[in-house]
């Protein structure tokens, strides 16, 4: 009997679990098993495949690229393990759940209009974790999060085996409710001086204001530099200065006119992107978490105003 004419779905599920779990220790206790055991029915999985899943790097164990090939499919099986045992259980309509990763500084209102609609229509359960880029790259390459919501696109070694999707991008201005006059001279020029709370230095519109300021030789004086945007927008409502943000995130405060638009920064916009794990075929509730990101972020232009017709 040829080897591979027989898979132990046991063993699969074993080796799924190794890596979700984050190593050998932890799935056996999830799977109320010896360590021995577990690596031992890791080992046959290994031997029947004829490839090594794993290699070891330091204490950690890392998927090698047979590895990372078998828990696709390892995902994919599992999954429709579960809508079969849904779908005989007389109960098919069932709540999805789809496990988002959102860097710290992501605006909240983009995170709430993004799972907004499926709140509201109740079929899918949200689960939102934060993080740091680099760990929820991690985590998505390890299937602990479906979808990565960011302002930054993975590059090198992160964006292997993923797909990245531009939701949008959104205009970036200085809001506040500044006490003090701002003066009348051309921007940048008026910067000098003024009372700044800005974005961390690895976003791109940090990235891009502070070359602005260079080049045009301005020294505003900076307050404060958060990472987190609830903070920025708490800072902006203080009233000690403006802050620099994309405009969904002070979006509500600009409608209640408890902010303003002191200045748009031209040429420079924050984007955001949607990044998921290459499939041969992309879940649809993935496209439609993708397709409400995208409405989110989209800005409706305003209707130019109507002369009021002359009264002579």
Request: net charge positive.
């Amino acid at each position: 009997m040829d080897t591979l004419s027989w898979l132990n779905y046991h063993h699969l599920l074993y080796f799924r679990t190794i890596v979700v779990e984050g190593g050998v220790t932890k799935a056996a206790q999830q799977l109320n098993l010896s360590q021995s055991t577990l690596s031992a029915q890791l080992r046959t999985l290994e031997e029947s495949l004829g490839t090594p899943l794993f290699e070891r790097s330091g204490r950690r164990l890392e998927l090698t690229e047979a590895g990372q090939m078998a828990l696709n499919y390892a995902e994919e099986i599992h999954r429709n393990g579960r809508e079969l045992q849904r779908w005989f259980s007389g109960n098919p309509v069932h709540h999805n759940t789809i496990r988002l990763g959102a860097i710290s500084p992501l605006s909240k209102t983009l995170q709430f209009e993004l799972i907004r609609p499926f709140i509201m229509e109740g079929s899918t359960r949200i689960h939102v974790t934060e993080g740091e880029f680099p760990d929820l790259c991690e985590k998505l390459h390890k299937y602990q999060i479906d979808i990565l919501i960011s302002n930054q696109c993975p590059g090198g070694v992160q964006a292997e085996g993923t797909q990245s999707f531009l939701l949008g991008e959104m205009a970036v201005y200085l809001v506040g409710l500044p006490p003090f006059k701002i003066p009348k001279k051309p921007f940048p020029d008026w910067l000098e001086g003024i009372p700044l709370f800005l974005p961390s230095s690895h976003t791109m519109a940090r990235v891009g204001f502070d070359d602005l300021l260079s080049r045009a030789d301005i020294h505003p004086e900076i307050r404060a530099e958060v990472d987190d945007m609830a903070l920025l927008r708490l800072l902006a409502l203080s009233g000690a200065g403006l802050a620099l943000v994309p405009e969904i995130g002070v979006k509500f405060e600009l409608q209640e006119k408890r902010l303003l638009k002191i200045e748009k920064i031209q040429g420079i916009n924050e984007r955001f992107y949607a990044t998921i794990l290459k499939r041969k075929r992309i879940p649809p509730i993935f496209l439609e978490v993708i397709e409400k990101g995208t409405e989110a972020l989209k800005v409706k232009s305003e209707k130019p105003r109507r002369k009021k017709k002359s009264s002579n």
